[in-house]
């Protein structure tokens, strides 16, 4: 019989244990190997079987065992120091506090998923990961921050695998109360609540939800309450549930939803609001209409109001394919904010930022990403590589400009390296270099032999296949209740064997299967008599991605063979608990994308933090660090004449890596049975790319290149009651009208010889019709460079020339305006220039960012 309803009782402890209470309502723990140590000493057998999770341990341990404890001055003394450090670590000055000069005092930061830890399953892949990851580092830094998300009741889906490889999805139903959470509330103790005026005279309430991220509050809207009818309850039921209006609610809730809750728990917490909103791709774009709606509300028009809201926004995109973006038919959109949704914003200036307004757009579409870039002044993707995709891919929003002018800049993505290096590895860091943390630790040290990270590889190899053996027996009992659990499945790996893993999310462009290309190839891999290897695989494919599924059904098939099932597995319900094995299990860590498909692939960076060579196609993060001694570069066949054509060539280069390069060295053993050569590639990797991959890295990148100047030029634009925000409104609307008769009249040039030689100086005149607009509105720009054979330039640099001023105090108000500079030949071969013309405005962030551009032509 099943249970209608389900709660959870937690546990009432001991007066003298109160100190795990605190301990455990802290997501720290999910970090912090002595916090885990501390619940893992009260009952070792139950923390592994719930998933080291401190709220549901304590509510499954036998109260006898609390008593004891209890009475155990020595754990009381324990688990009170414990808390005493999390306590200190919560109000000591960290890093930011110690930044000079302004910083802003709050950050939001909205995303659609947070993967802080197995026990809060709100994450499907990469994207929640690096959210939750950015949050750890965040508070580690004293990043003021404040994490915006939902709260999905069935969090993605439990993932099952059937007998013939198919995936089965579940959505198994999470209870609050049994999760490291509280409601926030007033100091009434009444909830907070937030609400949305939908169409058809409805409202969607919902109830904030928060979790403490060590020194950061993660808000978590949730839409499962009374106040809703049973429709609008489920707006919040899954993660990337449902389509079209289902997806809109979500993401009008996160967005909307979303800064109305940071507005309410500022207030209660009795500091002023964020002063830079940061969007973790376009999924909670809406933030920005939110804030414009509140600045109208202060006596600003839209257009005013627009840029003190994109001034303090940071706008992150994840993704360099169209297809990955967030579209919706503008008819829905309309007909959502056609309501008292937003106050003060007129439905066709809000449908204005989503418009796919230029060449090959579709005009019936509502564009969440380009709506996210039009509201945020400060951008940027996800890797260098990553970068320039996405300046190509959004060229559109700045036409007549280079891609390269593009105004969206890079940070690449970091992982947390206390969440992701394995405890033995801290350990060897702290005992032999005195340190814990492994991004800092000197691992060219001969205090570390190659013995002792041989050993300690050893180790992490054998935890993560005793890992592989329980998970799969526990599925193949899932597949046959009652059985007998088969004795092959003991077998399964082999921790002596080179691992090589492969898990993320499974949508086509990663190509799971590309290592089937040719089957026998593999098989011969796997069992080499004297270089064998063992591949461990994982992922979930969306539940609407029926070609996924069929990547996974083909792995599944394979590795069900007799002959090589101890070799190759599958391993179902990939999660943050499996992967915190997984990766330093691992001795090479496997990725072959469709290049540039990846924007950046975090999960051979955990692999790398815990001493694993990467073997990847040249893509996402890998171009940025690969350098020959941390791994092996794919080669990728980007001219192939087709998708097969390309498969067949990166699969034959993948399979000549893993033979010649990868398998010899790892079993070229020297009298101690230690691999020399290899051990030199982990100690090379750990020194060299613990550091920069390292989330610290990536959210102090944040902070310096895009979070201080938004909040500056917010700050500056709020100022004097938005005194400069109206000007620059105005200045804008005068810049846009005047525009389209700006031109490059004429432009002359001379002081070269008849053949020019490096050293020449050239002399250029541009006649400039300003249509109106002063010369200090704009920048006159010689570009110059190697010119090619197609007339475009390369090497490009911008040189601003001077307006002369007029000869006399009469001239023709329709006139061109003359502007001159001196260019220097120095350098022989091809040469190019060309003149443009751009706005220019001390509040602009780059001469792109009008989308305005007048060229000689």
């Known amino acids: 019989m099943k249970a209608i309803r389900k709660f959870t ?19 720290r723990w999910s970090w912090h190997e002595p916090t885990r140590q501390l619940f893992e000493h009260i009952a070792p057998e139950l923390w592994r079987e719930i998933g080291t999770d401190p709220v549901a341990l304590l509510g499954a341990v036998d109260t006898a065992r609390l008593e004891s404890l209890a009475q155990d001055d020595g754990y009381v003394a324990w688990a009170n120091a414990t808390r005493d450090e999390l306590r200190e670590y919560l109000e000591k000055p960290r890093w930011y506090q110690g930044l000079e000069g302004d910083k802003p005092a709050s950050i939001a930061y909205f995303s659609p998923e947070f993967g802080i830890a197995a026990a809060l399953p709100q994450y499907s892949g990469g994207l929640g990961i690096l959210a939750g990851d950015h949050l750890k580092s965040a508070s580690d830094l004293g990043v003021p921050l404040v994490g915006v998300g939902l709260f999905y009741r069935a969090g993605y889906f439990s993932q099952a695998i059937s007998p013939d490889g198919w995936q089965l999805e579940s959505y198994p139903l999470l209870d609050p109360d049994g999760l490291p959470l509280s409601v926030l509330r007033r100091a009434d103790g009444s909830p907070v609540q937030v609400s949305l005026a939908l169409p058809d005279d409805r409202t969607l309430h919902a109830r904030v939800w928060q979790a403490m991220v060590g020194r950061i509050r993660l808000l978590m809207l949730d839409t499962d309450i009374p106040e809703n009818t049973d429709e609008l309850r489920l707006v919040t039921d899954r993660l990337y549930g449902g389509g079209g209006e289902h997806r809109l609610l979500q993401e009008l809730l996160l967005g909307i939803g979303g800064a109305r809750a940071v507005k309410k728990w500022s207030s209660l917490n009795g500091q002023a609001d964020p002063e830079v909103f940061h969007t973790n791709e376009g999924h909670a774009g809406f933030l920005g209409l939110e804030r414009i709606s509140s600045l109208i509300g202060e006596g600003l028009s839209f257009a005013e109001a627009l840029q003190v809201a994109r001034a303090g926004t940071v706008f992150t995109t994840h993704t360099p394919v169209a297809a990955g973006i967030d579209r919706f038919d503008r008819s829905l959109v309309r007909r959502y904010f056609e309501t008292d949704l937003l106050p003060g914003v007129a439905v066709d200036d809000l449908l204005a930022l989503g418009a796919e307004n230029f060449a090959d757009g579709n005009p019936d579409v509502f564009n969440m990403a380009l709506m996210g870039l039009r509201l945020g002044q400060h951008a940027n993707g996800v890797s260098k590589l990553h970068g320039e995709v996405s300046r190509v891919m959004f060229k559109g929003l700045w036409p007549g400009f280079d891609a390269a002018d593009v105004p969206i800049d890079s940070i690449t993505n970091g992982v947390h390296a206390p969440t992701w290096t394995d405890p033995a590895l801290l350990a060897l860091a702290q005992n032999r270099l005195g340190t814990s943390d492994t991004s800092e630790a000197d691992w060219a040290s001969p205090a570390v032999s190659d013995t002792d990270l041989w050993q300690v590889r050893g180790q992490m190899r054998r935890q993560f296949v005793e890992d592989a053996r329980r998970r799969i027996a526990a599925a193949w009992q899932d597949q046959n209740p009652g059985g007998i659990v088969p004795s092959w499945i003991g077998n399964v790996f082999d921790p002596d064997v080179l691992t090589i893993g492969f898990a993320r999310r499974v949508p086509t462009y990663k190509r799971l299967t590309l290592m089937l290309h040719d089957p026998e190839r593999l098989r011969a891999l796997l069992l080499h008599p004297e270089h064998p290897i063992q591949i461990v695989i994982a992922g979930k494919s969306h539940p609407a991605d029926e070609e996924g599924k069929r990547l996974i059904q083909r792995i599944v098939q394979f590795a069900a063979d007799p002959e090589l099932r101890t070799r190759i597995a599958f391993l179902p319900d990939y999660n943050i608990g499996m992967a915190q094995l997984m990766y330093p299990g691992t001795d090479v860590w496997l990725n072959n994308p469709l290049r540039p498909l990846e924007a950046c692939g975090t999960s051979g960076m955990k692999a790398a933090l815990n001493g694993a060579l990467n073997l990847s196609i040249l893509d996402g993060w890998w171009p940025e660090y690969y350098d020959g001694k941390n791994g092996w570069a794919i080669p990728s066949a980007d001219s192939a004449g087709d998708a097969a054509e390309r498969d067949r060539i990166e699969a034959d280069a993948l399979y000549e890596l893993i033979e010649h ?25 750990l020194a060299t790319l613990s550091p920069e991959l390292n989330a610290g890295r990536m959210v102090r990148q944040y902070v310096q290149k895009l979070y201080r100047p938004a909040g500056k030029a917010e700050a500056r634009l709020a100022e004097n009651n938005y005194r400069a925000a109206r000007e620059l409104a105005g200045w804008k609307g005068r810049i846009v009208s005047s525009w389209p008769g700006v031109a490059v009249a004429h432009v002359e040039s001379g002081g070269v010889a008849t053949v020019p030689q490096v050293g020449d100086a050239l002399h250029l005149r541009a006649h400039i019709q300003l249509n109106g607009l002063a010369p200090e509105d704009v920048t006159v720009e010689v570009v110059y460079g190697k010119s090619l054979g197609n007339d475009d330039l390369t090497d490009v640099i911008a040189m601003p020339l001077a307006a002369e001023p007029f000869v006399t105090g009469v001239t023709d108000a329709g006139a061109p305006t003359l502007f001159t500079g001196t260019i220097e030949l120095d350098r022989g071969g091809a040469f190019g220039y060309s003149v443009r013309v751009v706005p220019r405005n001390e509040l602009l962030v780059s001469p792109a960012e009008m989308g305005l551009i007048a060229v000689a032509g």
Do not use: C, K, M
């Not at 009782?9 to 997501?27: F, Y």
């Not at 053993?669 to 090379?684: K, L, M, Q, Y």
């Open 661 to 685: 390069q990868v398998a010899p060295p790892f079993y070229d053993r020297n009298a101690d049975g230690v691999p020399e050569r290899w051990v030199s590639s982990i100690r090379h990797t």
């Open 9 to 27: 009782v937690r546990t009432v402890l001991p007066a003298s244990l109160a100190a795990l209470d605190e301990l455990a309502a802290n997501l």
